[in-house]
């Protein structure tokens, strides 16, 4: 199979959207996304660019509410409370991190669970581990799922190693794919002997967050690997890369997502799938 392309993914995402949308808008409903940013962060530009991109290819909508980065945390709690009251604005991506004269536990425990988009309420996070189904997981541990599969990756009976614990990525995916009947083993830092861990597994999501930190000593031939890493590429090259030595990896296993166009690629279409669920309960 060699590189599973994040690009396809996202592309059969938005074909679906798009009718989803369609159908909304025919009810008088259009899916809005709410984006609250604090300054000009180049890599909160950068995404809020590509979310408005998909939100407009599919037919969705977008508010930005840019407020200074030097804001007070009343006048951020003030936009939070406007996009919760809007009934007009379906979801809400708020990004992060925020600058340090904001607590983040306050600000993400003011958005209400059903607004947010990308997992980052308690709320949110509680309904993955009780698979409620409240609330949406964060976009990029849910793009691991959505990849495999599309590509037919089937995670029932599995072994899955999960290189990394962030709140963010590894716990949320590790729940994910117990969903999907997958045994799931969580290692980080401090395990001990980590290729002979991922070699023991049918699938791998790297999630560490070190450029080039993972080589081909760490898997077998027939496995898939989901590379979830985007980092500045090490010693002053240009451009990005993942977790994973993709080139010294990809002659072995049987799959691997590319960096960039894997995951990433699919996160942003994700979170408009989110958007849309989100006006689909709002319209009933």
Not at 128 to 145: N, R
Not at 276 to 283: D, G, L
Request: neutral net charge.
């Amino acid at each position: 199979m060699g590189l599973l392309s994040g690009k396809e993914v996202a592309e059969a995402l938005k074909a679906q959207m798009a009718k989803d949308v369609e159908a909304l808008k025919a009810k008088g409903v259009t899916p809005t996304l709410g984006i609250i940013r604090m300054g000009e962060e180049p890599n909160d530009i950068s995404y809020e660019k590509g979310a408005t991109k998909t939100c407009e290819g599919v037919g969705a909508a977008v508010k930005v509410f840019a407020i200074p980065r030097e804001a007070s945390q009343d006048e951020l709690l003030k936009v939070i409370k406007q996009v919760n009251e809007d009934k007009a604005i379906h979801g809400v991506l708020l990004f992060r991190p925020l600058p340090k004269q904001i607590n983040d536990n306050v600000a993400r425990a003011a958005l209400l669970p059903g607004k947010d988009m990308d997992g980052i309420t308690d709320g949110s996070m509680a309904g993955i581990y009780s698979d409620s189904g409240a609330g949406f997981p964060p976009c990029t541990a849910e793009s691991v799922i959505k990849i495999l599969d599309h590509y037919k990756v089937d995670v029932a009976g599995k072994n899955v190693v999960v290189l990394g614990r962030s709140t963010v990525i590894g716990k949320p995916v590790s729940m994910l794919l117990l969903k999907k009947n997958g045994t799931v083993t969580v290692c980080h830092s401090k395990t001990k002997d980590l290729p002979k861990k991922t070699q023991e597994a049918d699938i791998v999501v790297v999630a560490m967050g070190r450029a080039w930190s993972v080589d081909k000593s760490y898997f077998k031939a027939g496995q898939y690997v989901i590379d979830v890493g985007v980092n500045a590429k090490p010693n002053g090259e240009k451009g990005t890369c993942g977790d994973v030595k993709t080139e010294e990896v990809e002659p072995i296993v049987a799959g691997i997502t590319p960096v960039p166009g894997g995951v990433g690629s699919v996160t942003s279409a994700n979170l408009v799938c989110h958007v849309i669920e989100a006006a689909k309960v709002a319209s009933v």
